[in-house]
């Protein structure tokens, strides 16, 4: 126990680093996605689909509400079949609302990290700066082909504990293009954990009140797609209830 706390002390006090060229990509990213007014962004509310894929076939899509105020909060919304689901986490906690058996619960730990890992790999961790705070070390990579004519400059993110993430932004146009990792994942069929590549596309670039964001995101599992999500809106810095991340009492106090 000891041990292990003061591992978490000397990994607290690793001091956060970058490169210049890295530097660099990461400034050019911030202005072509708005500049100050992208850094400005507090709160976002999107609406879609959100889809899933079983051996390369969608299935059916469910329309998605999602609400984010930065740097740790998100409420997601899932209304597909006349069921609506609510999955919502704050930090290191996290509820959920299963509205086919009408049931609000917290949400494992498990859960919780697969939310934490969600917001740990964005291109928004990384813009943003929040990987900082946890000791992180962002070292450029290269140019990578990305298509006909089309290049990719690439960096890395590692944190203290080895993990990392790999950001592709477009040589030309400066816009993030992908994001590559490796985690650890139960197989399905075997229920052994497994290393996995994932990769995430960021597609479909649109310019509203002066930000531009991507209205596509395609997620791959070792290269075969697992998930789309198609926004239709985006909103950004408007007000919604403090307590919409909070955990209702009961059911009927669902809104």
Do not use: C
């Not at 209304?79 to 609302?97: A, C, E, L, P, Y």
Request: hydrophobic share 35%; glycine share 8%.
């Amino acid at each position: 126990m000891i041990l292990v706390l003061i591992l978490s002390l000397l990994l607290a006090q690793t001091p956060a680093s970058i490169d210049d060229k890295s530097q660099q990509i990461i400034d050019r990213a911030i202005q072509a996605l708005g500049g100050e007014k992208y850094l400005n962004v507090q709160t976002v509310i999107g609406k879609g689909f959100y889809t899933a894929f079983r051996d390369g076939m969608s299935q059916l899509p469910a329309r998605f509400l999602d609400y984010i105020a930065y740097p740790d909060s998100e409420r997601t919304e899932f209304t597909g079949s006349g069921i609506r689901t609510i999955q919502t986490n704050v930090g290191d906690t996290g509820w959920m609302f299963d509205g086919s058996v009408k049931k609000i619960s917290d949400q494992t730990p498990a859960q919780v990290e697969d939310f934490k890992r969600a917001m740990k790999t964005g291109v928004e961790y990384l813009l943003r700066g929040f990987w900082k705070k946890e000791g992180g070390k962002i070292t450029y990579v290269g140019r990578r082909e990305a298509g006909l004519a089309k290049r990719n400059e690439t960096i890395r993110l590692t944190y203290p504990d080895g993990f990392w993430i790999e950001y592709e932004f477009g040589a030309k146009d400066f816009l993030p293009n992908k994001i590559i990792y490796k985690r650890n994942r139960k197989d399905p069929d075997t229920g052994d954990m497994v290393e996995t590549t994932e990769e995430d596309l960021l597609l479909k670039y649109i310019t509203v009140d002066g930000i531009t964001a991507p209205w596509v995101i395609d997620h791959f599992i070792n290269g075969k797609q697992s998930t789309r999500i198609n926004y239709e809106s985006i909103q950004y810095n408007q007000r919604f209830p403090d307590n919409l991340f909070t955990k209702p009492d009961n059911v009927k106090s669902i809104k």
